[in-house]
């Protein structure tokens, strides 16, 4: 995905994710933040002393989005909001250090349940934290067009249909519209 950090390890990859295998998922991956560089610090800041808290939240979180398992009571948006110093970098990297490490841990079809729901939830924290004029990186924007390519809808004359055209409205980062006026509104 990305040749500035090491890969994430060789494993068997799981065909179906499991509580087990979640579990793994998230100690490996929490493992590489932890040593990388620019997220290390931003997560050790926040979390010292509390990652033996964090890390079986973050396996009922990813259990209940991946399994629907529905045991996960928390607030994403909250949580995240007063983290100090993360900036769009950040994001980015914990994104391609994620779809590295689940990527490396299981089968394609299995891969994507966990890669759609961590772009979209990236996205939206950024325009959360950054504002609705900040524009999602092309690079965030090229992975999540590559893990779930939008299908056209025939009820939007802003869509485009011509097969491989782009079919996401300018500035407009989620599988449907925004409630409320647009920018051109």
Known sequence: MNPSFP???VVERAAEPTEANIRE??????DRVRADPLL?????????????????????????LVLGAKQYRGNVQQAHQPLEGVEPQHFSRWLYL?????????????AVRF???A??????????????DYKIPAEQQAL??????RRPRDDDPHEAHAPGAS????????????????KDD
Do not use: N
Request: glycine residues 10%.
């Open 25 to 30: 998922l998230v100690y490996g991956f929490y």
């Open 167 to 182: 079919t996401r409205r300018p500035g407009e980062p989620f599988p449907t519209r925004i409630i409320g006026k647009g």
């Open 40 to 64: 290390g610090p931003v997560f050790e800041a926040t979390l010292a002393g509390r990652w033996d808290d964090h890390l079986p939240k973050m396996c009922t979180f990813w259990g209940s």
């Open 144 to 149: 999540l067009e590559r893990v779930a390519p």
């Open 7 to 9: 890969a994430a390890a």
């Open 98 to 110: 994620f779809l590295d490490t689940v990527e490396s841990r299981y089968q394609p079809a299995a």
């Open 119 to 132: 772009l979209r939830i990236a996205q939206s924290l950024q325009l959360s934290r950054f504002g609705w």
């Open 115 to 117: 890669m759609e729901p």
